[in-house]
């Protein structure tokens, strides 16, 4: 196994071998990604393909400051906002912007595993699930989602809790013992991934 400057310096040269190895130490990782973007296993591997074609494309331009496996997944969330674009063509502009209000924090998700966890979220719209895989787990602010999807900033927070009701909702259905008073009206979560 090569250390990562010397494997993106070979990268960097077209190395077909070291793309053969970056595929190897990567790809698992940053499908993971991809199936948290997609609803369905070949969309994913769809979007990992592309991904690893837009990494070998564009080695020249990491710079080596920061983190490369960064800057990989970095491209994949681009990769995926992209086919998410070409597939939808565009995201449903929210009219009707609900207000959540007086919300209380549970950690419904503490209960589950990270597999049940991925289903319910591949279960969301496609748009909630884009929304929430960019603010809740890749840590974006609405106002960067909002440029980078082309939408209003309201319309990100308007949809990322959505996606977060639709996710209790869900969570509730599967598991009715979680259920009580007090949870059944939350409508924020702590998410412990």
């Given at each position: 196994m ?16 070291a ?13 993971g ?15 990992l ?13 990491f ?24 597939k ?12 959540f209000?007086?919300a ?12 049940e966890?991925?289903?319910l ?11 929430f ?26 949809q ?5 009701k639709?996710?209790?909702?869900k ?14 009206e939350?409508k ?6």
């Amino acid at each position: 196994m090569l250390d990562e400057k010397r494997l993106i310096n070979l990268l960097k040269n077209k190395s077909e071998s070291a793309f053969v190895e970056l595929y190897n130490n990567y790809s698992k990782a940053l499908f993971g990604i991809c199936l948290r973007y997609s609803k369905e296993k070949t969309d994913a591997e769809d979007i990992l393909q592309e991904s690893f074609i837009r990494i070998f494309q564009n080695i020249e331009s990491f710079n080596n400051i920061g983190s490369f496996e960064g800057w990989l997944k970095k491209i994949v969330v681009n990769v995926s906002i992209n086919y998410y674009r070409k597939k939808v063509k565009s995201i449903i502009e929210f009219t009707d912007e609900e207000k959540f209000e007086n919300a209380v924090d549970t950690n419904v998700f503490s209960e589950l595993t990270s597999k049940e966890i991925l289903q319910l979220v591949q279960s969301l719209p496609e748009g909630y699930r884009i929304i929430f895989n960019l603010f809740a787990i890749e840590g974006y602010k609405h106002n960067e989602i909002a440029e980078m999807l082309q939408i209003t900033e309201s319309t990100s927070k308007t949809q990322f809790m959505k996606a977060k009701k639709a996710l209790i909702n869900k969570v509730f259905k599967l598991y009715p013992n979680l259920e009580n008073a007090n949870l059944k009206e939350s409508k924020t979560l702590i998410f412990d991934f």
